[in-house]
């Protein structure tokens, strides 16, 4: 499986956007780029994913590098609900999710 | 609103006991997995089925655990005998696979979890 690299933690400011960085330089051209994020005490919950080109939806945009060996999800205005793990994980199609450490968002009022 | 539902919440149980924990797909969804989640280890698919047939489950161990689809509503997971170290939330997931060329895919839906504890 192919490995993506995160921040252990990071801090942002409520109101405030935030940039979680992923990097994996080992990305072949079928795996899709996918987020997703687990809130205290639930379920992981299906964020967005891209292939090429960068991704907007309700929740937030995905920006993928042109040599789409990095990729970053950006929150626009940081909630303390968004407070969570983030994960960014690469998916063959039909292929399983293979969650890594992630990233913790700690939001502050 | 459509969810994906687990049954029981928490399970505490002693160690040698039988536990079965159940889950509700999204309606529709043909793919359903089950994964683990520990502090030590995060979270680990344990097996996956599409239109009920097992695809992978080499992330599960096969002498104590197995699961199964009865049918497209139910999928169990059932591990007998249980062990302390079998203590972990237990997380199931459904999506549809709608094909290569339809292009989005693994959407995945969790539920709640089971919280098991085996004394």
């Known amino acids: 499986d192919a490995k993506t690299t995160q921040p252990n933690s990071m801090e942002s400011n409520e109101e405030e956007p935030v940039h979680l960085p992923c990097n994996h330089s080992?990305?072949?051209?079928?795996?899709?780029i996918h987020w997703y994020r687990q809130l205290p005490s639930q379920g992981p919950e299906y964020v967005i994913h891209?292939?090429?080109s960068n991704v907007n939806n309700r929740m937030a945009s995905l920006a993928i590098a042109e040599d789409r060996k990095s990729s970053t999800l950006i929150l626009h205005r940081a909630t303390l609900r968004d407070a969570a793990v983030y994960y960014c994980?690469?998916?063959?199609?039909?292929?399983?999710?293979?969650f890594g450490a992630g990233t913790i968002l700690r939001v502050k009022s | 609103d459509a969810r994906v539902t687990q049954t029981p919440r928490h399970k505490v149980t002693e160690m040698g006991q039988e536990v079965t924990m159940r889950c509700q797909p999204i309606?529709?969804?043909?793919?359903v997995f089950w994964y683990r989640q520990t502090m030590m280890q995060g979270l680990e698919l344990l097996a996956y089925?599409?239109?009920?047939?097992?695809?992978?489950d080499s992330g599960m161990p096969k002498d104590r655990f197995s699961a199964e689809m009865p049918d497209a509503t139910l999928a169990t997971l059932k591990i007998q005998p249980s062990e302390p170290r079998d203590s972990a939330v237990y997380f199931c997931?459904?999506?549809?696979?709608?094909?290569?060329?339809?292009?989005?895919?693994?959407?995945?839906?969790f539920g709640p979890g089971t919280r098991l504890t085996v004394l």
């Open positions: 994980i690469l998916v063959e199609y039909g292929n399983k999710l293979v």
């Open positions: 080992t990305i072949s051209g079928t795996d899709y």
């Open positions: 891209g292939l090429t």
């Open positions: 309606l529709g969804h043909n793919t």
């Open positions: 089925f599409r239109n009920r047939a097992p695809l992978d």
């Open positions: 997931a459904s999506d549809t696979d709608r094909g290569v060329f339809l292009g989005s895919l693994n959407e995945q839906f």
